[in-house]
């Protein structure tokens, strides 16, 4: 069976709802992110890493257009393809030092996607890039044991090294917004529990070089979510990125030893809250019937100005219409403050 007939025949696939209303869904997130909420809607949205074929260039546009309109999904958030490929002679942290400076021609294939989607969905969307932070990125080229050893022998020699990626960025931020994103999201990571030797390499020696991109977008872009990712580990707490910019926060509700509730969260970070659907739990596992409930239950511990999402990328091979579910049933109910 052929993919567009296996969603056609899934338990999601056959389950339909009432239409949603029609609207421009820029204007919608728009309003919302002025405060203008909808008590009988709530904006939702989920992201999925596409086949090889659809990393960069006019077919990704193709493809992020395509599980757009399939999903009803609340924006546009590109996904970051144009990652640094490992470089082998990082074995001390001197090396660090020899990066090569990657300038806009090596991030062309991205920004043809960015100028199609751009093209093709702004007048209907706002559309964000993903941005991974210079520590991410200083992982990709070595791998993340490598660099957090590295940061811990000698971590003014791995200083020169995220300049470089920190530059690197600068200029492909700049080029995304010259093309008319209307924001970034913004991932961060290397305060999770037990990561790095100490609280202050975080400080030092991350945190500075997530700030440069991220305060320029915040005070260009109308639309920016400070994605906290959990992929490598979990977090005692969120107090080391409380700061950072961001008109959104999206992070996971569960911390090492206790669970926090969306209205906790946003009250924390002092702006509204984007997940609560685990990525890994009923979302990805459950009947149509125990999504709903889900999702029901969330929102009634939802604060007023509330976006449904997961905790981060769902799985590659997710059943398009389990997430445009879930959209829809979202699109059909608002938080219990609204």
Known sequence: MNRRAFLAASAFGARSLPAAPSSNKRERMLAWLSGKTDPNYTPAA???HFGSEFKNGPAAAQKHIEYFRHTGMDFVKIQFEQTYERQP?????ADWAKLTLRRLDFYEPLLVTVRELVKSLKKDALILMTLYSPYMCAGHCATSPLLRRHL????DA????MEILTE???MFVRACIQSGVDGFYMSTQGSEAKQLASPDLFAKYVKPYDLV???EINAVCPFNILHVCDYNAPYSSYDAVRDYPGHIVNCNTRLVGKEISPKEIAAFFSRPYMGGLDRHGV???GTPQQVEAEIRRVLKQAPK?????ADCTVANDTDWNRLKHAIDVAHRTGSSQA
């Open 89 to 93: 002679f990082l074995q001390t942290p």
């Open 152 to 155: 811990a022998e000698n971590p």
């Open 283 to 285: 979302l990805a596992k």
């Open 213 to 215: 991109s991220m305060r």
């Open 305 to 309: 100005q509330f976006l449904l999402g």
């Open 46 to 48: 989920f992201f999925l």
């Open 168 to 170: 690197s960025q600068l």
């Open 158 to 161: 791995v200083k020169r090294g």
